[in-house]
């Protein structure tokens, strides 16, 4: 048999029968488009968590009360022999290349201010917080450079709080309520948005030694220390050691560089992107059951067909490869339809979501018609194989 004439017969023999041949690649086809809708929602929360992460920079070290234990995480200020003091962050301003230090300490707490209130999130940092996050000031300015351990008590409105208890109203230089205390207002930051499902523009922000006495905390939440570009992360985390070392006697507490976090949320996503991509795989394989149960139901109506291909000269291994090139044809037609329909669903999400940074793993995409190929070569020996082992006469006779 020519090529020609293999070709020919294999689209001859789809062709006889569209409708069956279309249910049979549809199968294949969910499954396609199910691994690249799944792979591509996975590589786009992949994305955007970490944009989300690195949006105030690559170059930031946490150090956190507590020594890690073995299983990775901090213990936090209760098994801390020194909780982290103001003083600590103060002597962390001498690390080399640290180009800022700042101090947080977070809560809930009620806001008071003309008559309404508002339970939100209060950040108690230092002074160089916003020029360190390119935080921008809309009115006003950011908390001052006062004595880090008695500071004035002075806030700052997010752009919601401001809006939420002022409206329209200049709220610089009024009082108000945090916890029940009076501060004054001395500055309005510009809106920053959600991060993580965190409204960052739905808080206040007051000195760290404010926010100690107000949650009644011994120790900071956390020391941030961002250092100058290009320089490595190793150099400046052995001098926030030295540092600490000295200050605490012992290495009681954890250093997070955001590289390793980033790494480590890097492997996790890839790993759930996998996960979702193997879920939508289990459809191919009931695809691939669907080309088997057709492929055998074909080689059984048409047995008087083969019988008659043999009696013309047709050689048993040109039988299985007439069969198998049908079953692997079903797969790839159904696979680039699954293609096309997982791609315009990603291209509606797209659209219906502008500010998610959608993509597609070509890799991915790649894997899945590979593997709806697969499949349908897979599905196919069987049949084929019993497609060729028939004997000319009784297959004749079959008629």
């Known amino acids: 048999m020519l090529r020609g004439d293999y070709f020919a017969y294999t689209f001859g023999a789809i062709r006889a029968r569209r409708a069956r041949a279309f249910l049979t690649a549809l199968g294949i086809g969910v499954g396609v488009a199910a691994v690249v809708v799944l792979t591509s929602i996975g590589a786009t929360l992949q994305r955007y968590v970490i944009s989300e992460f690195t949006q105030f920079g690559t170059n930031i070290i946490g150090v956190q009360p507590g020594k890690s234990q073995t299983f990775g995480g901090s213990v936090g200020a209760i098994n801390s022999l020194r909780p982290l003091t103001i003083e600590d962050a103060l002597a962390l301003e001498r690390v080399p290349y640290s180009t800022s230090v700042v101090p947080f300490v977070q809560g809930n707490a009620d806001v008071e201010a003309r008559g ?125 050691k030295r540092i600490m070392m000295a200050r605490h006697g012992r290495e009681d507490f954890t250093l997070v560089t955001q590289q390793e976090m980033l790494d480590t949320l890097g492997s996790i996503l890839n790993v759930l992107t996998f996960a979702v991509g193997a879920l939508g795989g289990i459809s191919l394989l009931v695809g691939g059951v669907g080309i088997f149960t057709i492929m055998t139901i074909a080689v059984r109506e048409r047995t008087s067909e083969i019988g008659l291909l043999c009696a013309l000269g047709s050689r048993r291994e040109q039988i299985l490869l007439l069969f198998l090139g049908e079953a692997v044809l079903l797969a790839a037609l159904g696979g680039i339809g699954g293609l096309a329909l997982g791609l315009a669903i990603v291209g509606l999400i797209a659209l219906l979501a502008p500010t998610l940074p959608v993509s597609t793993p070509i890799l991915f995409v790649l894997l899945a018609e590979g593997i709806a190929v697969s499949i349908g070569l897979i599905s196919g020996v069987l049949p084929a194989l019993r497609a060729s082992r028939l004997e000319p006469v009784d297959a004749l006779h079959t008629e």
């Open 116 to 240: 309404r209130v508002r339970r939100v999130l209060v950040n108690a940092t230092g002074p160089d917080m916003a020029r360190a996050f390119s935080f921008n000031i809309a009115i006003g300015s950011f908390l001052p450079r006062d004595d880090p351990t008695a500071p004035r008590a002075v806030a700052v409105l997010g752009a919601k709080m401001r809006t939420e208890l002022y409206g329209d109203t200049n709220p610089l230089g009024t009082l108000l309520r945090v916890g029940g205390e009076r501060y004054r207002v001395i500055g309005v930051m510009e809106a920053k948005g959600n991060m993580l499902g965190i409204d960052l523009d739905d808080t206040i922000y007051i000195p760290a030694a404010r926010g100690l006495a107000l949650f009644n905390r011994v120790g900071l939440f956390e020391i941030d220390v961002l250092y100058a570009q290009g320089v490595s992360a190793e150099e400046v985390v052995s001098g926030i």
